[in-house]
């Protein structure tokens, strides 16, 4: 497995003595090359902290960190040639126009005139600005910055886009758009993206992998679905069995097994908590009932609802890697 | 790597199409302009007195020296705090900075593009208002310099380009450090003013406790007495104490430019006319006045990076 990002124990304690705040502490983490990664937590979590020190404009306090290979102090301009960097709490040039600002920055990035033209006129069509480009940003409302700063980090064509908390302050329909052009940027062109943001409804569902970061700290890491897994081995499997027929001797037998934590009956539909997935036990003691007629068995899935719940609550120093 | 051009490029015709630099250039024009009114209407009103008046290159360089000394050490100094701020800060507040500088770009590029598009913008302001100023007076006087007098304009020129720039690494340097431009702004206009007026004051008063110079009351019938020990002790003080002052050394590289006459001796007492010194001479004199100018500019924008580069951008 490829990696993008790795940190090694990285640290970042802002002030000192009494007023020391450890925003990143002793930190290990990996980004997938080619995944969309979610770095999920909530405010002051340090999720700016570290996407900072990942780009170069903060240096850490102690321990190291890679991006696509590149230390982070000691070739950081590497790393900002590759990775296009939404800030959180950007600005641009008010008296320049959307292509104006988009040009300096491609100039920035060594991108020769002609080459500057195109791409930036491309881009902005990209992102649903080609109608306002010659307008003056001053003018412009939140979500067509909003746009603009996605513009800005495609300018260079990144391997590696990072975005911090992209769609703050974007209506709905804007938030859209930014998840479509981020699917697909990661289907069409291949490129890793990481996502940093506390809008775990609206952010979650387009994540390949997610990392849940609390008080300065990874709690868990990895693909979505691995950790739901590991959620479940943890807290119990969650079994929702319908049935038709004799259900209070299906009942009875299922009490019988040694795997239930508990086991509920609303209806028709039987609602169990088991520490291991007993799906075809279920189904065998099932058929040995007479008249009884199973209509559906499901194992429901941890939402990531529930495991940001359980994550963000759980003591750190409970850490789990991924 | 992005080159220093870029930044310097874009930051000039930032300045140069800013309101702030427009009206600057505009109203230092009008102030040079009003200081040749007030020479030309003096020179007009002495001449029944002095017929034939001084030789000619004293005059004509008199004229404007008088029109350049007593604006240019205010226009240099106010232009480079204003231009130079909210540099940094600016930036920072706006929230461009961390975009920029997440650009493959050194920040000592950024700084240096800026120094050099606040370098140009400020010479051809300089160069706009004093020769707009002067060309007005030679169509006024009537007189032509000579090559030697274009020559001290032009050195001077240079010159209040350079003493503008110090202020302008000094107003960097405070723009980095402060986190808001209204905090660099205050900081700068309080440096500025500290150095324009309250040491002036500060350093009359020392030499006036430390060595009051003696001045006998006149008997009657008789010219007033001057203690010229006590005088050059007391000018001594102030000169030394005002020293620490950009403004002291830039209106030294004025006198010695702009006035063949004037010597190392210090304005005071006045010196017999002597012989009038070479442009050479003069610049050897102003020397060590233009080091200290050019040092302190050095170190202003050394502290610059040195803070610049190890800051938290976010
Ligand atoms: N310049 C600073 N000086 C001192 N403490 C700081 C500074 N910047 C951030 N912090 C602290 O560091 C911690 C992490 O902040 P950070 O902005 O990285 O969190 P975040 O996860 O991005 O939060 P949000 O969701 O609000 O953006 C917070 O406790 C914050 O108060
Ligand atoms: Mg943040």
Redesign the pocket.
């Known amino acids: 497995m490829e990696y993008v990002i790795e940190t090694n124990d990285l640290t970042?304690v802002?002030?000192s003595g009494k007023?020391a705040?450890?925003?990143?502490d002793h930190e290990n983490m990996r980004i997938k090359r080619g995944s969309i990664s979610g770095?999920l937590?909530?405010?002051?979590?340090?999720?700016?902290?570290?996407?900072?020190m990942l780009t170069g404009l903060i240096l850490p306090t102690s321990g190291t960190a890679k991006v696509l290979g590149h230390d982070i102090v000691k070739e950081s301009l590497q790393i900002r040639k590759k990775v296009g960097l939404l800030p959180?709490g950007f600005g641009f040039y008010d008296h320049l126009t959307a292509k104006q600002n988009l040009d300096y920055i491609a100039a920035l990035n060594d991108i020769p005139k002609e080459e500057r033209d195109k791409r930036v006129g491309e881009i902005l069509k990209a992102v649903g600005s080609d109608g306002f480009k010659d307008r003056k940003v001053g003018g412009f409302s939140r979500g067509m910055k909003q746009r603009l700063a996605i513009a800005q980090t495609l300018i260079k064509d990144p391997e590696l886009l990072i975005f911090?908390?992209p769609t703050a302050g974007v209506d709905p329909e804007g938030a859209k758009a930014f998840k479509d052009m981020v699917s697909k940027l990661n289907k069409e062109q291949g490129k890793t993206i990481v996502v940093?943001?506390?809008l775990l409804f609206e952010m979650g569902p387009l994540c390949t992998d997610v990392a849940i970061?609390n008080?300065?700290r990874f709690v868990v890491q990895g693909n979505v679905e691995e950790i739901a897994e590991r959620m479940m081995a943890e807290e119990g499997y969650r079994i929702e069995v319908e049935a038709r027929g004799d259900v209070g001797a299906f009942v009875a037998k299922l009490k019988r097994l040694k795997e239930i934590i508990s086991l509920e009956v609303k209806d028709d539909v039987i609602s169990i908590k088991t520490m291991s997935d007993v799906r075809a036990e279920i189904n065998k003691r099932a058929a040995k009932i007479k008249g009884l007629e199973v209509l559906s068995i499901r194992r429901l899935e941890p939402s990531l609802e529930d495991l940001f719940m359980k994550y963000y609550q759980k003591e750190i120093g409970v850490v789990a890697h991924g | 790597m992005a080159d220093v051009f870029v930044v310097a490029s874009k930051e000039f015709s930032d300045i140069v199409r800013s309101k702030r630099f427009i009206v600057l250039v505009a109203i230092f024009g009008l102030i040079m302009t009003a200081a040749m009114v007030t020479v030309y209407v003096s020179i007009v009103q002495t001449m029944p007195t002095a017929p034939g008046g001084p030789p000619m290159p004293q005059r004509f360089l008199g004229t404007v020296a008088y029109m350049l000394i007593s604006t240019m050490p205010l226009f240099g100094a106010v232009m480079g705090v204003a231009l130079g701020c909210d540099t940094i800060s600016g930036e920072r507040e706006k929230g461009t900075l961390k975009i920029v500088l997440a650009q493959p770009v050194f920040r000592d590029t950024v700084i240096n593009g800026k120094f050099l598009a606040a370098t140009l913008a400020v010479s051809i302001a300089v160069f706009i208002t004093s020769l707009a100023n002067v060309g007005a007076s030679i169509m006024i006087l009537g007189v032509t310099p000579t090559g030697e007098e274009a020559l001290r304009l032009a050195l001077f020129m240079v010159f209040s380009v350079l003493f503008a720039m110090t202020y302008y690494g000094i107003a960097v340097f405070l723009s980095t450090v402060s986190k808001k431009t209204s905090q660099s702004v205050i900081l700068g206009v309080t440096v500025w003013a500290v150095f324009t007026f309250v040491i002036p004051i500060i350093a009359t008063l020392v030499a006036f406790t430390i060595a009051p110079p003696i001045i006998r009351p006149p008997s009657p019938g008789e010219p007033m007495e001057m203690d010229i020990e006590s005088i050059r002790r007391y000018t001594a003080i102030v000169e030394t104490i005002s020293s620490i002052t950009p403004n002291h050394h830039f209106s030294k590289v004025g006198q010695y430019l702009l006035n063949p006459y004037a010597t190392t001796g210090g304005p005071f007492p006045p010196q017999p006319a002597q012989e009038a010194a070479s442009v050479t001479s003069s610049l050897i004199y102003a020397g060590p006045n233009i080091l200290v100018l050019t040092i302190v500019t050095t170190l202003a924008f050394i502290a610059s990076y040195m803070v610049f580069t190890r800051q938290?951008v976010?």
């Open positions: 970042k802002y002030g007023e705040v450890t925003a990143v770095i937590g909530p405010n002051g979590a340090g999720k700016t902290t570290l996407v900072m959180e911090d908390e940093c943001t506390h970061m008080q300065g | 938290e976010r």
